[in-house]
């Protein structure tokens, strides 16, 4: 048990989980507390490197960079799939991943 009324930790979370889902965007809340906002591709470097430089222009108040992203991002197995989510693949898995992401597989 982890709280005075007897929740367990699984139904904390999903408690949270659901706060989570109702709120609005990243961006606006960043935005709320007058912080400059990027909103980028996190995939892209092009856009990355970009975004770190105009970040480093702006002095007159703090900056957020939303970089959206997907898990496993160009692996057929892993794409969008949180169960890899700090584990490692074996070493057939491995390779299989590595020459997905290299025009291969």
Known sequence: MSS???????????KTF????RLESLVEKWRAF?????????????QILEALDTAGEIHHRPTAIIAHTTKGKGVSFMENDATWHG??????????ALAELEGEG
């Not at 007897?6 to 979370?13: A, E, L, M, N, Y």
């Not at 584990?87 to 299989?96: L, N």
């Open 4 to 14: 005075r009324r007897g929740q367990s930790r699984p139904q904390r979370f999903r």
């Open 18 to 21: 659901r706060v989570w889902r």
């Open 34 to 46: 007058n912080w400059a906002t990027l909103e980028i591709n996190g995939h892209n470097v092009r």
């Open 87 to 96: 584990i490692s693949p074996d070493e057939a898995q491995y390779a299989r």
